[in-house]
């Protein structure tokens, strides 16, 4: 109950107007915003948060040991053989010239074009899109202030 008449003294004080002492910080609907919130949450639920807050809790502590079974070791190096390489064998079609591009890969890439200049291309493209929606969006919500403006004047 102290609390609630805390709450109800803080509230008059700041949203009267009387100064110095009182300011009108909170207006009528922010005021009665407060006071909803308060009396329907926090007030309603004070009870539980004050026995959460404040009331020993019993502890029980458990302990108790778990054993974890050792790794096996590794197999030994010794008996290791060479797997197969998965990479397809170079040919003449598909082989490097040096530039870290196989000649299959730029025949298959379009005219030699870079795969990331490819990509910065369709970027620019899709942003000089976007931005003319944009602006195009926003002229027409010009055009409907000053016609708004227009009415009221």
């Known amino acids: 109950m102290r609390c609630f008449n805390e709450f109800q003294r803080l509230l008059l004080i700041h949203s009267v107007n009387d100064p110095p002492s009182r300011l009108p910080i909170f207006g009528v609907q922010e005021a009665r915003r407060l006071t909803d919130y308060t009396s329907g949450t926090l007030f309603k639920h004070f009870l539980l948060y004050q026995f959460c807050a404040r009331s020993e809790r ?9 054993e974890v079974e050792r790794p096996i070791l590794p197999p030994a190096l010794a008996n290791a ?26 025949t298959a890439g379009g005219a030699g074009e870079d795969p990331s200049e ?29 016609e708004r403006i227009a009415k009221k004047g």
Do not use: H, W, Y
Request: aromatic share 4%; glycine share 4%.
């Open 118 to 146: 490819e990509i910065q291309r369709i970027v620019e493209e899709k942003l000089r899109m976007t931005e003319a929606r944009l602006e195009a969006k926003l002229a027409q919500r010009e055009q409907q202030f000053m």
């Open 81 to 106: 053989r060479q797997k197969p390489s998965r990479r397809p064998q170079q040919t003449p079609e598909n082989q490097d010239d040096g530039t870290g591009i196989s000649t299959e890969e730029k």
């Open 58 to 66: 019993d502890v029980e502590t458990l302990r108790f040991s778990v």
